[in-house]
């Protein structure tokens, strides 16, 4: 969140509390979106709000975050697990994580 942001302060602080109060999870899940599917949830919020912050523009940093979860997964040893997210509904993104969740542990008692 660039530092011009009105809401860089909230973020920080959120960052921090979460930082400071939450256990260390055993599992990352990212949910990677690709630009057209996150234009098309973007328009389907249908808020003014999301075209006067211009929210569009900050697409690009989906891949900072998912750099930030690849190297926290390294320095942690977190497992990461990426998701590539459809347009779909909240219940079929779940269905999608729970199965990639399931997979991935499956795959870990094999090694």
């Known amino acids: 969140v660039p530092r ?3 809401y860089f302060d909230v973020a920080i602080r959120m960052a921090k509390e979460d930082y400071e109060r939450l256990p260390t999870a055993d599992i990352l899940v990212f949910l990677k979106v690709g630009r057209e599917v996150w234009l098309r949830f973007m328009q389907g919020r249908g808020r003014k709000f999301d075209a006067s912050a211009k929210l569009s523009e900050f ?4 891949d900072c975050m998912e750099s930030a979860c690849r190297r926290f997964a390294v320095t942690s040893g977190v497992r990461l697990i990426v998701v590539e997210q459809q347009f779909s509904s909240p219940l079929d993104t779940a269905q999608l994580v729970f199965a990639e969740l399931k997979e ?8």
Do not use: K
């Open 4 to 6: 011009s942001d009105p």
């Open 59 to 62: 697409f690009a940093m989906q």
């Open 104 to 111: 991935s542990l499956c795959q870990a008692q094999h090694v």
